[in-house]
């Protein structure tokens, strides 16, 4: 059974850089059928997709986003990162991972997804 | 970017009784070669990440089920649970996968 599972601070200051990291178990990061996705929902609203890293190194960035964000993969421990930079009061969310089926050359679905960790951005 | 619209944002729905949620896209999710919705529905319980119910529109994942059924075709959508169980309250959101990736803004299920 896959899980993923979201680590990092809780807690960042306006201005700084917001950083997670999800740490994927039960099936490899290294798979050509998956892209690796963050999305996030901000207090009592809907979802947002943030971007996707694939262990081939292409990554794919909300363009809403794109000019702060930063992700990463490190197949040799199953993981990937997200870092996104001058953090404001908006970013406030809860940060998902979670993969996502690719089919036939088309990123599709997300099949399963981390429980989630809430990021405060306040001073 | 696809907008997707959800209505309605609520419904409170008896237990046993049908709830139907649906889902508008601003422009067609109809891939013309494969024929195929690029459509998927997601469930929310309160304190837990979304969970995959159905894919391709209408395609139920394993061990979801068959009361939750998914329908609809190019710009419209619909999530229907017939039955429903007191363990379906939660919120819905319908997620387009044709052009970059957007979920609908979600319907909140309750027990009338």
């Known amino acids: 059974q896959v899980q993923l599972q979201e680590s990092g601070p809780g807690l960042v200051k306006p201005s700084q850089t917001l950083s997670l990291t999800c740490t994927v178990s039960?099936?490899?990061?290294?798979?050509?059928?998956?892209?690796w996705n963050w999305i996030r929902q901000h207090p009592g609203k809907g979802l947002e997709w943030i971007g996707y890293?694939?262990?081939?190194?292409?990554?794919y960035y909300n363009p809403s986003l794109k000019s702060r964000l930063t992700m990463s993969i490190d197949t040799s421990n199953n993981q990937f990162s997200l870092k996104l930079t001058s953090a404001t009061a908006a970013d406030t969310a809860v940060y998902y991972c979670?993969?996502?089926?690719?089919?036939?050359?088309?990123?599709?679905?997300?099949?399963?997804w981390g429980q989630g960790t809430l990021v405060t951005v306040s001073s | 970017d696809i907008v997707m619209t959800q209505s309605p944002d609520s419904l409170a729905v008896s237990l046993g009784e049908r709830a139907t949620i649906n889902c508008k896209s601003s422009?067609?999710?109809?891939?013309?070669?494969?024929?195929?919705?690029?459509l998927a529905w997601y469930q929310q319980k309160p304190g837990q990440p979304p969970k995959l119910l159905i894919s391709?529109?209408?395609t139920r994942e394993s061990g979801v089920p068959d009361r939750f059924s998914g329908s609809g075709s190019a710009t419209d959508f619909t999530l229907t649970i017939t039955s429903l169980q007191a363990e379906d309250v939660a919120v819905y959101y319908c997620?387009?996968?044709?052009?970059?990736?957007?979920f609908g803004q979600g319907t909140k299920v309750e027990i009338k």
């Open positions: 039960g099936g490899s990061i290294s798979s050509d059928n998956y892209y």
């Open positions: 890293v694939h262990h081939s190194g292409n990554s």
């Open positions: 391709w529109a209408s």
């Open positions: 997620q387009q996968y044709y052009s970059l990736w957007t």
């Open positions: 422009q067609s999710v109809l891939y013309g070669s494969s024929n195929k919705n690029y």
């Open positions: 979670a993969r996502q089926i690719y089919s036939n050359n088309w990123a599709t679905f997300f099949d399963y």
